[in-house]
């Protein structure tokens, strides 16, 4: 194979080469079967126009394949499909994001509600706890009053009644 570069001529080493190896082959995973390795083939004109004179093989070479208007025209048509359809694409994605800060600002309105809801009830409580404390407060001091009575025993500076027939007055 490397006597046939060597003779080869210019025309004919540029039409064939050999496929680039993958790297499943490179690491020997995957070997070729026997005559399955072809190369490939590029086009760089016809063989008898790149053997024609060198006037002639300039306007050959300059042609280039006969599908090159064809490729570039579907590959520019490709690109603005391609955007076309990412801009489609970042629109549905922008109305998907709208309706869900649309959504997130409904759920944090209903939070702001919740909580204002739990902060009355807290306020309720500690309006609660005050009046508790303040009963309380007068419930003491009224079990004091109602105590230090009774250690005082009965009133003495009133008149007992008098005591008739050996019985206690009432």
Not at 15 to 35: E, F, I, K, L, M
Not at 154 to 170: C, F, N
């Amino acid at each position: 194979m490397i006597s046939q570069i060597i003779e080869a001529r210019p025309e004919d080493l540029r039409v064939w080469r050999r496929p680039p190896a993958s790297p499943s082959t490179r690491s020997g995973a995957r070997r070729p079967r026997p005559g399955s390795a072809t190369p490939a083939r590029t086009w760089t004109g016809s063989t008898t126009c790149a053997r024609k004179s060198t006037s002639s093989s300039s306007t050959c070479a300059a042609k280039g394949p006969p599908n090159t208007e064809q490729y570039q025209a579907l590959a520019a048509e490709r690109k603005v499909k391609d955007a076309e359809w990412k801009a489609l694409q970042f629109r549905a994605l922008d109305v998907q994001l709208q309706g869900l800060r649309e959504k997130l600002a409904q759920e944090e309105t209903k939070l702001e509600q919740i909580v204002a809801g739990q902060r009355e009830a807290e306020r309720e409580i500690e309006t609660g706890r005050v009046r508790r404390e303040e009963a309380a407060e007068t419930l003491n001091k009224a079990q004091a009053e109602v105590s230090g009575r009774r250690r005082a025993g009965p009133d003495r500076t009133a008149d007992p009644a008098p005591a008739r027939d050996g019985q206690p007055p009432e």
